[in-house]
Nanobody, 123 residues
Framework: VQLQASGGGLVQAGDSLRLSCATS????????VGWFRQAPGKEREAVAA???????YYSESVKGRFTISRDNAKKTVDLQMNSLKPEDTAVYFC??????????????????WGQGTQVTVSS
């Protein structure tokens, strides 16, 4: 199983970025996919998650600004990030798993992880 996150970069506050997670080696429709992030000196935190039938979940810190979507045919999950803030700066990871509902926004719900992509938002 492989997950490849891409699309990170350096942007200014208020800008947008679109991250993409390409997956291979798993039965994609059987898995939920989540985006997580980790800033220097901080614990990894959940950002958003999506079930195979496209029900979505967001952390409070990104709700209304970020949108997660998936393409089951292409086996990809995107994270559209709008109105970026300096506090969104982090390494962003995508992960796949079969979490129970209460673990959809928890790293404990995911078995497979990508390598991460850096997002830096300058003020």
């Amino acid at each position: 199983v492989q997950l490849q996150a891409s699309g990170g970069g350096l942007v200014q506050a208020g800008d947008s970025l679109r991250l993409s997670c390409a997956t291979s080696g798993l039965s994609f429709r059987d898995y939920a996919v989540g985006w997580f992030r980790q800033a220097p000196g901080k614990e990894r935190e959940a950002v958003a998650a999506i079930r195979w039938y496209s029900v979505t979940y967001y952390s409070e810190s990104v709700k209304g600004r970020f949108t997660i979507s998936r393409d089951n045919a292409k086996k990809t999950v995107d994270l559209q990030m709008n109105s970026l803030k300096p506090e969104d700066t982090a390494v962003y990871f995508c992960a796949a798993g079969r979490p129970i509902s209460r673990l959809l926004l928890s790293s404990r719900g995911y078995n497979y992880w990508g390598q991460g992509t850096q997002v830096t938002v300058s003020s």
